[in-house]
T-cell receptor, first 117, second 112 residues
Framework: AQSVTQPDIHITVSEGASLELRCNYS??????LFWYVQSPGQGLQLLLKYFSGDTLVQGIKGFEAEFKRSQSSFNLRKPSVHWSDAAEYFCAVGARGSGGSNYKLTFGKGTLLTVNP | DAGVIQSPRHEVTEMGQEVTLRCKPI?????LFWYRQTMMRGLELLIY????????DSGMPEDRFSAKMPNASFSTLKIQPSEPRDSAVYFC??????????FGAGSRLTVL
């Protein structure tokens, strides 16, 4: 069964500083990897995804993530954080479901990002 | 598109009462997922449907929980009887084939 570990429960950064959120996964085949963001009281919004190809993927809001198979990691980065980036971030790994071409996602426990002015 | 629509957004009920959560997926999506989010356990997949058929319900906690998808545009998650430990945010999500999930805003359930 697949699993996701996000080692950092809470991270605080200053506005304008760079950001890296860690994600490690466990899955027996080529993973399908995702980062979602959740603002308070809201549902989850997709930031970016990796299915195949270039291991550095670009997402919305200036985020990027790099897939490193040797380290089983898919860390999320942003060069300069804005106050509006404060939210909870979830990494997820997708596995092909028994229904055929659809995928069920297993999520990490999330990393809460606080941005100081 | 209005996205995935969930109702109610907030529900407060007393232990032992029946709770029904509703979800309208995005039109054209053929997969629907129910997740539960708690502080302790994070996001857990409860059940998912493909073309209105339940595919994997291994995440449903116990027999008090049931889910149905009578047609492509509607699904329900029912808890009967409800217990305080069922208090959580319940998310519905839909997808088309292997594409990514689109989540609803969630239904926050409080069982007193």
């Amino acid at each position: 069964a697949q699993s996701v570990t996000q080692p950092d429960i809470h991270i605080t950064v200053s506005e304008g500083a760079s950001l890296e959120l860690r994600c490690n996964y466990s899955y027996g085949a080529t993973p399908y990897l995702f980062w979602y963001v959740q603002s308070p009281g809201q549902g989850l919004q997709l930031l970016l995804k990796y299915f195949s190809g270039d291991t550095l993927v670009q997402g919305i809001k200036g985020f990027e993530a790099e897939f490193k198979r040797s380290q089983s990691s898919f860390n999320l980065r942003k060069p300069s954080v804005h106050w509006s980036d404060a939210a909870e971030y979830f990494c997820a790994v997708g596995a092909r479901g028994s229904g055929g071409s659809n995928y069920k996602l297993t999520f990490g426990k999330g990393t809460l990002l606080t941005v100081n002015p | 598109d209005a996205g995935v629509i969930q109702s109610p957004r907030h529900e407060v009920t007393e232990m032992g009462q029946e709770v029904t959560l509703r979800c309208k997926p995005i039109s054209g999506h053929n997969s629907l997922f129910w997740y539960r989010q708690t502080m302790m356990r994070g996001l857990e997949l409860l059940i998912y449907f493909n073309n209105n058929v339940p595919i994997d319900d291994s995440g449903m906690p116990e027999d008090r929980f049931s889910a149905k998808m009578p047609n492509a545009s509607f699904s329900t998650l029912k808890i009967q009887p409800s217990e305080p430990r069922d208090s959580a945010v319940y998310f519905c999500a839909s997808s088309l084939g292997a594409n990514v999930l689109t989540f609803g805003a969630g239904s926050r359930l409080t069982v007193l």
